[in-house]
């Protein structure tokens, strides 16, 4: 089956701590997006890469860092500079031109000890 | 004022109801239209996208967008208890087309 998977499901920051969220795809898709999902905000674009390599800050960059070094996987490293992390984050791809579809995975609940 | 409003709900309506979900925008250089349907505790999946002015329907959906006025609604025939969700409203513009901006969300619930 073709898709996205995040891992962990869960995951718990203690203050000051970096933690990375893991984000696959087998779509074969060159485009992948993170996104921020706060209550009342709807989702807000962190980071997202057209191809392997490379990559540009969203809306809300700050506190968070990216690589992409396989076309199948974009990691999200929240950073202790980020000092409200808690939030659910979501990962996405698409075909590059396609931005309309993107197929999101099922995202990872990030929150705070 | 956030360049996309959507009212958060909830839209309570009973099964078989005709829905109307509704976004308006600030942007007028938006010119891609979508909507995406997020059950509890997973990930968005893209439900309908249109590029410009008028209607455009897919089984029970019809999603309908006016430039005009900048205002762009869902609708939803026949609805089910399985409909029930959050439904986002995204657009994006031509300079920035990867870009998405989203709307808050309106969460929808279908009661027997």
């Known amino acids: 089956d073709g898709g996205i998977t995040q891992s962990p499901k869960y995951l718990f920051r203690k203050e000051g701590q970096n933690v990375t969220l893991s984000c696959e795809q087998n779509l074969n898709h060159d485009a992948m997006y993170w996104y921020r999902q706060d209550p009342g905000q709807g989702l807000r674009l962190i980071y997202y890469s057209q191809i392997v390599n490379d990559f540009q800050k969203g809306d809300i960059a700050e506190g968070y860092s990216v690589s992409r070094e396989k076309k199948e996987s974009f990691p999200l490293t929240v950073t202790s500079a980020q000092k409200n992390p808690t939030a659910f984050y979501l990962c996405?791809?698409?075909?590059?031109?396609?931005?309309?579809?993107?197929?999101f995975g099922p995202g990872t609940r990030l929150l705070v000890l | 004022q956030k360049e996309v409003e959507q009212d958060p709900g909830p839209l309570s309506v009973p099964e078989g109801a005709i829905v109307s979900l509704n976004c308006t925008y600030s942007n007028s250089a938006f010119q891609y239209f979508m909507w995406y349907r997020q059950y509890s505790r997973k990930g968005p999946e893209l439900l309908m996208y249109?590029?410009?002015?008028g209607n455009k329907e897919d089984g029970r959906f019809t999603a309908q967008v006016d430039k005009s006025s900048k205002y762009i609604s869902l609708f939803i025939r026949d609805s089910q208890p399985s409909d029930s969700a959050t439904y986002l409203c995204a657009m994006s513009h031509a300079g920035t087309a990867s870009k998405l901006t989203f709307g808050t969300g309106t969460r929808l619930q279908v009661t027997l």
């Open positions: 249109t590029y410009s002015s």
């Open positions: 996405a791809s698409s075909i590059v031109g396609e931005w309309e579809t993107q197929y």
